[in-house]
Each structure stands twice: as C-alpha cells, then as structure tokens.
C-alpha cells in the first residue's frame, strides 16, 4: 500500500463525515418548514419503528407550515403522536388523512440553543475528523517501519493528511456559520 492509496481510502472517510454533519443539522429548526424536521421521527407502525417517510408524503405547505399525507387511514393516529413526541417542539393536527404541522417562530433563547447544538454537532464531526487524521498518520509511519516507504515520503504523506483535514474543517466550520445565521434570521 502507497501513500496516496492511504489518503485515498481516508478521504473517503473524510467526506463521510462532512454528509453526516450537513444531514445532522439538517434537522435542526430554523423557524421554516423544511421537511428534513422529520427525518428523525419514527412511528410505530405495523409492529415495529418506522420512518415518518415510509408511512406517507412530507412536503412544505407554506413557509411556516409542514403537511403529511399519511397513505393508510389507520397510521394517522400513531404518525400525529410520533411528530408529537420526537421532542421537536411541534404540534402537529390531524385532518382526515393529512396532518398539518405548524412550525413556530423561534424564540431568542430557543435560537441561541439551536446555535449551541449545531456547534456541539460541528465540534463532534471535528473530533471524528482529527480522528481519521491520526489514523491516517499512524497507517503512514506503519509503512515507513515496514520500509515500503521512506522518511520523505512519511513526512510528505503527514502533511498530505495534515492539509486534508484542515480542508474538512473549514468546510464544516463554514457549515456551521451558513446554519447559524439560518438560525438567526427572524
């Protein structure tokens, strides 16, 4: 195994990371309907938890409004109480086959929570990228020991991955400033 292949394996990783940061926040409230809010929700249907997307359609009324267009009349019930329940602060309202969700403005310190929790969220996808870095470096001076490279390689190899990471970072710090104001926005 080269360099390059270590890199390459790790950076695939690496992306992996950013997607799951970028679909983490997602689903934090912005004060718009966005039909990623209930991408977490999970209703007990049929003997066993299912995604709210599987039980019927999610799609955006209005700017402050979410519809859900429950396919089976009898899921109704149990999808209005699992939207109740997943702690999102919503209400949602039955109507025939349909439930209306109305998304509440935001108050100020239920933003600055938001803020708080896309920066938790930012922080951990972090941690996971140092992480793979490290992993990364280790693998390199693996193969310096194994003398299937040498030291110029390590080093450049180190500063490969070095540079990667810095590149994910930013990344996910300019995530974090795009949801923040998103947040903020009144």
Known sequence: MSVREVIQKNEAK???TIEAFQHEIASIRTGKATTALLDRVKVEAYGQLMPLKQVGNIGVADVHT???Q???KGMVGPAEKAI???NLGLNPVAEGQSIRVSIPPLTEERRKEFVKLTR???EDSKVSLRNLRRDMIQEIEKLEKEKTI?????N???KDADELLHKYEKQINELISHKEKEIMEV
């Open 70 to 72: 429950v396919w089976d």
């Open 156 to 158: 450049r190899g180190k």
């Open 66 to 68: 979410l519809m859900v």
């Open 150 to 154: 040498g030291e110029d390689e390590k």
């Open 120 to 122: 938790k969220f930012g």
């Open 14 to 16: 690496l992306k992996k």
């Open 84 to 86: 109740r329940d997943a």
